[in-house]
């Protein structure tokens, strides 16, 4: 027995539904990221990072040890992540591409900086550093046409 195809009665359905669908408003477009200087993410991503490197080293003066320091390398890789997502709206592919991570490794420094947050102290720090980053790199809108 031949297998016929039964046309679906799409048609009916799409006229039935057509006042619906052309009332509806239309959708809002996408938020459009704030105007950056047009550095390559590559070089936003490492300002980042030695902004957090010297803001960690200004909050905790103290000499580290071998272990200590990887660690606090580390931790200073996932904050700046953490900031050029949040506050430089960055995707987590391009972030991933200027740290030369996997972007799954920035999914997870994401994920363990917002984990983090919930101590005041950190948060402040992390506050700190988002507003750092901004300022460096955005610019008022009309500032940027001067």
Same mark, same amino acid.
């Given at each position: ?56 080293? %200004? @909050? =905790?003066?103290?000499?580290?040890? /071998? ?8 931790? +200073?890789? &996932? ?15 391009? %972030? @991933? =591409?200027?740290?030369?991570?996997? /972007? ?8 363990? +900086?917002? &984990? ?31």
């Amino acid at each position: 027995m031949p297998h016929t195809q039964i046309p679906l009665p799409r048609n009916r359905l799409e006229t039935a539904l057509r006042p619906i669908i052309d009332d509806e408003p239309p959708a809002p477009p996408p938020e459009p990221r704030p105007p950056s200087v047009s550095l390559p993410v590559r070089i936003v991503c490492r300002t980042a990072q030695k902004i957090t490197a010297e803001m960690v080293m %200004i @909050a =905790g003066s103290r000499m580290l040890e /071998r272990r200590d320091r990887r660690r606090m390398l580390c931790h +200073v890789r &996932q904050i700046s992540m953490y900031a050029c997502h949040t506050a430089l709206q960055f995707s987590q592919q391009e %972030i @991933a =591409g200027g740290f030369g991570r996997h /972007r799954t490794t920035v999914a997870h420094a994401c994920m363990i +900086v917002e &984990q983090r947050r919930d101590d005041p102290a950190f948060d402040d720090f992390v506050s700190a550093i988002e507003r750092t980053v901004v300022s460096v790199f955005r610019f008022p809108e009309g500032a940027a046409h001067d």
